[in-house]
């Protein structure tokens, strides 16, 4: 079945510095890749559509100079938490998907906490 | 708006059936699918309807009215391990997914 890897699963940064996250889709093309955030006992908030070529879209409410999405491939994406604080110490998660109506496959999320 | 409306939480006992139930609200209709979620980990595909009806994998069914606006998922022979959180997601004219805050599942001995 479909696979994606994400790396790294767990991370922890001082406050002020950067993280990069990476998400690969290991066994088929995803064109679109989208990005989650997750605080503990809540839903999947999803933070950003990532498409390879182009510029992400994000959503609502998530400042775009924050959290710099880039789909350089039709293989990875990747998630950078730029100048980081304790308040986006969250669990970040993944996902691709081979077409519009082909399951969202997820990676098995990074936990990032920020000293 | 959109909405999509699953219970918050459940609990029943290990090898009984329990059936989580979702209704949606989504600006057209292009599929729903349900999820798994291990607490700490990244949900897991269980589950995609799109025609009505019943669609069954093992010890976990998917069932779909879109004329009602509802699914629900049933589990049997429940195992410990089914002890998650249950999302249901709806698929709407854009292809976007709407998701449901998840239901917790309790499994007792």
């Known amino acids: 079945g479909a696979v994606v890897s994400q790396h790294p699963s767990w991370v922890i940064c001082k406050s002020g510095t950067s993280v990069k996250i990476e998400c690969r889709s290991l066994?088929?093309?995803?064109?679109?890749m989208f990005w989650y955030r997750q605080f503990p006992k809540q839903s999947l908030m999803l933070m950003a559509t990532?498409?390879?070529?182009?510029?992400?879209?994000?959503e609502q409410g998530v400042e775009k100079d924050k959290f710099l999405i880039n789909h350089a491939s039709l293989t990875l994406s990747t998630l950078t938490v730029t100048s980081a604080h304790p308040e986006d110490s969250s669990f970040y998660i993944c996902?691709?998907?081979?077409?519009?109506?082909?399951?969202?496959?997820f990676g098995n999320g990074t936990r990032l906490t920020v000293t | 708006g959109q909405n999509i409306d699953q219970p918050t939480e459940m609990t029943a006992t290990e090898g009984a059936i329990v059936q989580i139930n979702c209704t949606y609200q989504?600006?057209?209709?292009?599929?729903l699918f349900w999820y798994q979620q291990h607490a700490g980990e990244a949900p897991t595909f269980l589950s995609y309807?799109?025609l009505d009806g019943l669609e069954e994998k093992g010890r976990f069914s998917s069932f779909l009215s879109r004329s009602k606006g509802y699914s629900y998922l049933l589990l049997k022979e429940l195992q410990m391990k089914d002890s998650a959180s249950y999302l249901c997601?709806?698929?709407?004219?854009?292809?976007?997914?709407?998701w449901g805050a998840g239901t917790k599942l309790i499994i007792k001995p």
């Open positions: 996902s691709a998907t081979e077409g519009e109506v082909s399951p969202l496959h």
């Open positions: 066994d088929f093309q995803a064109t679109t």
């Open positions: 990532s498409n390879e070529g182009s510029k992400a879209t994000y």
């Open positions: 989504t600006s057209g209709f292009n599929g």
């Open positions: 309807n799109v």
């Open positions: 997601a709806s698929l709407d004219s854009n292809y976007q997914l709407i």
